[in-house]
């Protein structure tokens, strides 16, 4: 692996970890909220609530992120597919042209 891609490795490693992080508070305050509005629970109660639904939070958004990139990955094919597709057209199409005045060329010198 060359210098640059450990570089983006480790870029990407850490975004990641960033991002983990930043879902995991997101999922804690949004289970804190959910336990303060339910005002009778205990404390180990509230505790067990807040883990569980930070966990189901998580989870969720782990979910998204795994079809997401799924998606990403189909439509990454799809638009190679199509790419190479254009690409061989257009290559066709240049050879066409390229026959066509070689023709013509000859034509004229024959002439």
Do not use: N, P
């Not at 992080?21 to 404390?43: C, K, P, V």
């Amino acid at each position: 692996m060359t210098a640059r891609k450990e570089e983006r490795a480790l870029v990407a490693q850490v975004e990641g970890h960033l991002l983990l992080a930043a879902t995991r508070a997101e999922g804690r305050r949004a289970a804190a909220r959910l336990a303060e509005r339910i005002g009778w629970l205990t404390d180990s109660q509230r505790a067990d609530l807040e883990g569980q639904v930070e966990t189901e939070y998580l989870e969720l958004t782990r979910s998204s992120w795994r079809r997401t990139a799924e998606r990403g990955e189909q439509l990454r094919r799809e638009y190679e597919t199509r790419y190479r597709f254009l690409r061989r057209r257009l290559l066709a199409g240049f050879l066409l042209v390229c026959a066509l005045l070689t023709a013509a060329a000859a034509l004229t010198l024959s002439a």
